[in-house]
């Protein structure tokens, strides 16, 4: 069974970091493209970067180019975004999701989300 | 960036009626070598993570029932719900993946019982 669970959010001050990680089991984690999608509080989803197999591509969404970077682990079967320079509007729930490897570029597994919050 | 927008922003429908949701691309997400539509839907109820329902516009993920379809091409897309039921109550997405990313999403979808 597919498994995605995220861990490291929280409270931050505005100005702060933060590395969000993402575990990974139940498929061969190096034979897939991974993403992370956010979801601001009662708003709708936001594509926020995604990383190749082997990390050699990286891509960013323009809002957090320089402040965010996607990393991974094959080794360690984990996935990562540290978070720097995090602003209010950076205030969300960040989804680990997998690429389909069928499906082009949709994404077809999800974690449950890890809340970050960017608050004084 | 292509920019995605649905219509309508909310959706009532009746039990066991049609449920249809719009979804318009800025450019083009055909790809022409294969004749693919790089366009996914998505459905999220409330606390739950998205579940993946339709890639390449038409092809229904497993699992997912019969009564959801995809269809459009080019820049126009729509996802049916053939006869609604309780438990597509949600909102649903349609999101792009033409090219290099940003892969952006549609705004939501949401629909509800009448």
């Known amino acids: 069974e597919v498994q995605l669970v995220e861990s490291g959010g929280g409270l931050v001050q505005p100005g702060g970091s933060l590395r969000l990680s993402c575990a990974a089991s139940?498929?061969?984690?190096?034979?897939?493209?991974m993403t992370w999608v956010r979801q601001a509080p009662g708003k709708g989803l936001e594509w926020v970067a995604n990383?190749?197999?082997?990390?050699?591509?990286?891509y960013y969404v323009d809002s957090v180019k320089g402040r965010f970077t996607i990393s991974r682990d094959n080794a360690k079967n984990s996935l990562y975004l540290q978070m720097n320079s995090l602003r209010a509007e950076d205030t969300a729930v960040y989804y680990c999701?997998?690429?389909?490897?069928?499906?082009?570029?949709?994404?077809?597994?999800w974690g449950q989300g890890t809340l970050v919050t960017v608050s004084s | 960036d292509i920019v995605m927008t649905q219509s309508p922003d909310s959706l009532a429908v009746s039990l066991g009626e049609r449920a249809t949701i719009n979804c318009k691309s800025s450019?083009?997400?055909?790809?022409?070598?294969?004749?693919?539509?790089?366009l996914a839907w998505y459905q999220q109820k409330p606390g739950q993570p998205p579940k993946l329902l339709i890639y390449?516009?038409?092809t229904r993920e497993s699992g997912v029932p019969d009564r959801f379809s995809g269809s459009g091409s080019g820049t126009d897309f729509t996802l049916t719900i053939s006869s609604l039921q309780a438990e597509d109550v949600a909102v649903y997405y349609c999101?792009?993946?033409?090219?290099?990313?940003?892969?952006?999403f549609g705004q939501g979808t949401k629909l509800e019982i009448k």
């Open positions: 450019q083009s997400v055909l790809y022409s070598s294969n004749n693919k539509n790089y």
């Open positions: 999101q792009q993946y033409y090219n290099t990313p940003p892969h952006t």
């Open positions: 139940g498929f061969t984690f190096s034979s897939y493209w």
């Open positions: 990383i190749k197999k082997d990390g050699s591509q990286k």
């Open positions: 999701a997998r690429v389909s490897s069928s499906g082009g570029g949709s994404v077809d597994y």
């Open positions: 390449w516009a038409s």
